[in-house]
């Protein structure tokens, strides 16, 4: 997640009443580790806050570690169910749609974990590098294709959120550590029929070099039928 998405969402969330969004299920969540160290503004700007007013957070993924409370693929009815039992007033599902196989089947799983009323907030990114999560299907919406993927929500707001270039974050990383980077890709550049996911996950980032990465994040609320 990136550092201004995760300010994004921190605001979205802190607009809203806590009972009216308490308790809230945090799709994708990954560990405790990720979430605390790897990239500490999730913790710093969304959940550290979410605790500060009383907000019940369940953080939900297909892998179990750490920090993981509800272990499980909302695309399996029996883990559906037992979300459901918690009975959630708001679903956060971050930078998860493009790691799918059918995107819109899980965007309507998700619209299923919550009652009418519940709010979804999810965010995708829009102007961003392949990158494998196991893998990448290219979903890249603008806030319009994002708002019409969840056919049972009602969009409050939807923005696109700018950030940083390749550059920026190269300029942040030590001149050896850059140095390995470049000659990596220059060497696998002459090989792309090796392993070729792995070639566009590592070479596509350099069409960012000069270009701002940009995400998606739409806030909507459960309808009781479809909103378009």
């Known amino acids: 997640m990136r550092v201004e998405e995760a300010s994004v969402i921190g605001d979205l969330l802190q607009g809203l009443a806590a009972e009216a969004i308490s308790p809230l299920v945090n799709i994708g969540s990954s560990t405790k580790r990720f979430r605390t160290a790897e990239q500490p503004h999730i913790e710093q700007r969304i959940f550290g806050p979410l605790l500060a007013r009383g907000v019940k957070v369940f953080h939900a993924d297909v892998k179990a570690d750490e920090g993981v409370d509800l272990v499980g693929d909302v695309l399996q009815p029996a883990f559906c169910a037992r979300i459901r039992q918690l009975q959630p007033k708001a679903i956060l599902c ?44 290219g979903f890249r919406p603008d806030p319009k294709a994002l708002v019409a993927t969840f056919r049972r929500c009602t969009p409050l707001t939807a923005r696109l959120v700018q950030s940083v270039t390749y550059l920026d974050e190269l300029k942040r990383q030590s001149a050896a550590d850059v140095a390995r980077l470049v000659f990596k890709s220059a060497v696998r550049v002459w090989l792309p029929f090796y392993k070729p996911d792995y070639y566009k996950n590592l070479l596509h980032r350099w069409l960012w070099l000069w270009r701002r990465y940009s995400v998606t994040v739409a806030l909507l609320e459960k309808s009781g039928q479809p909103a378009h």
């Open 94 to 137: 971050s930078n998860v749609l493009e790691h799918v196989v059918d995107v819109d089947a899980f965007a309507a799983a998700l619209e299923g974990l919550a009652p009418p009323g519940a709010f979804l907030l999810v965010s995708a990114p829009c102007s961003y590098p392949y990158h494998l999560d196991p893998i990448d299907n």
